[in-house]
């Protein structure tokens, strides 16, 4: 039965065929259009499909049939295929010309007829044939039928089709159809023949083989992007046709990355093949699922009536997905991030459906992950404040000149919380009339108008100065920390800047750290490593922001120039908790120091947070302060240098 608590029949086949490869496997269910994966070597999973309701006379009858199908085979794997009889679909009057060119000393149960297309179905289905010749003056267009349906019910199977006329395009419809050759009759001589059969064998397992790989994901055996977009193409065509909807949801492992980056590309293979196979287990049979790449997932849930089903659905995987699974010693438990789009309600094209789906499932990230979202007004909405957003941005137009921008500061530690190391400079935006406001909510503007640039310099500049007071009076080595954006890192004349700020602040290089984000060195061209050179060249020191959120592996990290990881506060933020979290965060710290780099966690809140942490360099997080405006910060320096000198 493929409904069964625990482990369903699909696993269940999955986990014995390899035992015993030659047995047949019947699924017994209820749905009516089943579209089951194929093992590695591109055959078929299941042999035989059984529909609820059944009698049992009927399977009584497919258990008969498989059974001998089973004992063919196992007899086929003894023999050679060529030993395999040959089934000739055409009219038995025709048949002898072929027969009497057959290779083998063809004895009658080598050659099989059936006189039109559904007879040669009823053969194939209960026995396995070396290849089909089909007779294409069959009346009626009955060869191209029999070609178009064994394609279908034996894929398998190879297929030589036979014709009167040397003509090209009869040759071309033929092979389009589905058969692997086109054998003129009057030119079937013993020679010609055999060469056929061997011929058609060799073209149609490759075929299937390059079928498979191009509609596949290698890692977990499911469709890929583009035979899902096919999938989705259709399925939104069949929905529109019946006036029924469907919905797609997409769903992205959490923190994947992390995992794959820091514990090695074959655990991440295994989580991802974990990751689908508890997908497909809580989906129906007729569900399409896909891995659109990455850790990327989809499906298409048809003939839904509104958001409930795949609300549902949606629950059913979050919940399939926590249980830990093992993985080379590793027990990891993922979460995923589902974001759900209908069709018709949301979008009416396909690539807009997914489009969508992934905006939702934004939102589901953004929202705390382990979570799933439906698309909605709340996207729409943005559009609709188009209007307050365009003052806002006038506004920001002219926030640098009228001095509206803080500097403000977040001290860090080391993990003992012993001395005071550097403080991170954090941009505000004094609004006149909103008050301070935050830097996810302007940054993104300031990035995509290219004003980043001419405020980015300003931080940089006014932190330094900070900084320099400091540094003169308070605590010697005291360091600050700037955060840079792809625009300021990738213009031309950063290093300038650079210098120029720490020339006119007289503050040391060595007090300077830059962050920079794992994406941006992911762009790597030879531009980025020459900057880093540059930079190191100052003496300042660079660190990585935001660490285990981007794509990159560590390894491929260190082979530039910088000194210090930045663990991603989302780690801290669940790693009393979330037993994912700490694997990986103690893989960052591992790693890290295994590569010579201080390793810096974000965002700690908690004593119990920084408990776990204590592999690290340093930290900093609102257990210690929040970003204070510089005289608080200056307060808080204070504090430690008074401290320091007890
Ligand atoms: P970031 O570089 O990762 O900065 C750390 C953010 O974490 C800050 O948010 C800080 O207020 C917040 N944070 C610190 N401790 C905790 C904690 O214990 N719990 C929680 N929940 N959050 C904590 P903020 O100031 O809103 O800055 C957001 C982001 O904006 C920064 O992330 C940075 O990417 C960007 N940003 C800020 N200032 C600048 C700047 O001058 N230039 C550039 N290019 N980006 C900046
Ligand atoms: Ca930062
Ligand atoms: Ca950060």
Known sequence: ????????????????????????????????????????????????????????????????????????????????????????????????????????????????????????????????????????????????????????????????????????????????????????????????????????????RIENRLDFLSTHDAVTGLSNRPAFREALGRAVARAR?????????????????????????????????????????????????????????????????DERPAIATAQRLLEALTPPAILNDYELSSTGSIGIALYPDHAESSAELLQRADQAMYRAKKDGRDNFAVYSDEEEESSSRVLERLTFESGIRHALEREEYVVFFQPQLTIDKKRLTGMEALVRWRHPKVGLVPPGRFMPFLE??????????????????????????????LRVSVNLSARQFEGNDLITVVENALERTGLPPTALELEITESLLMRDTQRTRRTLEALKGLGVRIAIDDFGTGYSSLAYLTTFPIDCLKIDRSFVHEICTNEDDRTVADAIIGLGHSLRLDVVAEGVETEEQLALLTGCDGFQGFLVSRPEPPDTAGEIIADFAARNKD
């Not at 989580?271 to 569900?287: C, S």
């Not at 995509?448 to 010697?476: E, F, N, R, Y």
């Open 241 to 305: 046709s019946h006036d029924k909807k469907i919905a797609v949801l997409l769903l992205d492992v959490d923190r994947f990355k992390v995992v794959n980056d820091s514990l090695g590309h074959d655990v991440g293979d295994r989580l991802l093949k974990v990751v689908a196979e508890r997908i497909t287990n809580n989906l129906r049979d007729i569900d399409i699922a896909a891995r659109l790449g990455g850790d990327e997932f989809a499906i298409v849930l048809e003939g839904v009536q």
């Open 448 to 477: 995509s108008s290219g004003l980043i640039k001419g405020v980015g310099d300003w931080v940089l500049q006014t932190a330094c100065a900070q900084a320099m007071k400091w540094h003169d009076t308070l605590v010697p080595g």
């Open 1 to 204: 039965d493929l409904r069964m608590p625990t482990l369903n029949g699909l696993s269940l086949i999955q986990l014995l065929r390899p035992k015993w490869p030659d047995t047949s496997y019947l699924i017994v269910t209820g749905a009516t259009r089943v579209d089951f994966p194929r093992r590695a070597n591109g055959e078929p999973l299941v042999d035989e499909i059984v529909t609820k309701p059944w009698t049992l006379g009927q399977l009584a009858k497919i258990l008969k049939t498989s059974i001998e199908r089973a004992r063919g085979r196992r007899a086929a794997a003894n023999r050679h295929s060529s030993d395999l009889p040959v089934l000739f679909v055409g009219d038995p009057s025709e048949s002898d010309a072929i027969r009497a060119h057959l290779p083998a000393p063809s004895a009658e149960a080598d050659y099989r007829i059936a006189a039109n297309a559904s007879r040669a179905l009823e053969l194939a289905a209960h026995q396995d044939f070396r290849s089909a010749v089909i007779d294409l003056d069959l009346e009626g267009g009955g060869g191209y039928e029999a070609i178009l349906s064994l394609r279908r019910s034996s894929p398998e199977l190879p297929i030589i089709a036979l014709g009167t006329h040397d003509d090209d395009a009869i040759h071309e419809q033929a092979i389009k159809a589905g058969a692997q050759d086109y054998l003129v009759k009057s030119e079937a001589g013993p020679y010609s023949v055999k060469r056929a059969l061997r011929h058609v064998s060799e073209v149609k």
